[in-house]
Structure formats: C-alpha cells, structure tokens
C-alpha cells in the first residue's frame, strides 16, 4: 500500500498546476503530507526509532512525498504491527492504537483525500486528471503474461 501511496499522490501532484483554482487541492496535498510527516513523528518518539525527519510540510513537494515514503518503508518491519502507540491527538486528548492500524489509516486516508482532489478537479471541469485507483496501480505494476 506505501508504494501505491506514493505512485498516486505524486500522479496528483502533477495534476495541481492544472487546477484553475489551486488553493485547496494544493492544501489537501500539503495535508496528505502533514499527517503522514504527524504519524511518523509520534511513532518516531514513541518508539525512539531515531529517524532524522525533515521539517514538517508546509507545501507539496515530490521529493518530500517520496523521502517520507521511504521513512515509512525503513519502519515497517521495525515494529511489530499489535504493539500499541500512545500519543497525544490534535485536541490534546491522550490516546492508544495499534502501530499496525497506523500503518494502515496513513495510506488509506490518502486514498480518502485523492479522492477528494477528484472531486475538486471534476467541479472545474477537469478531464484530464489521474486515475489513481488502486486497481489501476496494481494492473501497471503486475508482471505483463507472455
């Protein structure tokens, strides 16, 4: 799924220049990036897994998306997935859940987001945005039969 991730928000990343009106699909992108760069930085600490992050984003970047990407990559196998992180939210509200489920909402959530960028891109008229479903992916990443 973190290969998947990254092959379509860098497909919507190339797409921003395209919108008429920018604004928000490039702070939906940037959001993307946020919370992946959030997870990291509480499984980081919680789990002294000693990754050097990059700052946190402000805007889109490729090559961000994809060293975050890699951060992720370097961590899967680090913790075992029913360990449980503890981590204060957004509200300041204390907070548990399994590192496994992170490791499945952060790409799932940018399924959820490109999603909307579809939705923004279809309402200016777009018609040559990305495909981006997982099938789509999977079908171009799948060895070709002789």
Request: charged share 20%; glycine share 4%.
């Amino acid at each position: 799924m973190w290969k998947y991730d990254l092959w379509a928000t860098k497909q919507w990343m190339d797409t921003l220049i395209r919108f008429t009106d920018s604004k928000r699909p490039t702070e939906i992108v940037t959001h993307l990036l946020v919370a992946q760069w959030l997870w990291l930085d509480r499984c980081n600490g919680f789990f002294n897994l000693g990754l050097d992050l990059p700052a946190r984003p402000e805007a889109p970047s490729t090559t961000l998306a994809e060293e975050l990407n890699q951060l992720w990559l370097s961590i899967l196998d680090s913790v075992p997935a029913e360990v449980v992180l503890d981590y204060t939210n957004m509200a300041g509200e204390p907070m548990s859940v399994q590192f496994g489920v992170v490791v499945r909402h952060v790409p799932n959530h940018g399924t959820y987001h490109r999603g909307h960028l579809r939705g923004l891109a279809e309402v200016q008229m777009m018609t040559d945005f990305p495909e981006t479903d997982f099938s789509r992916w999977a079908m171009q990443m799948a060895p070709k039969l002789v």
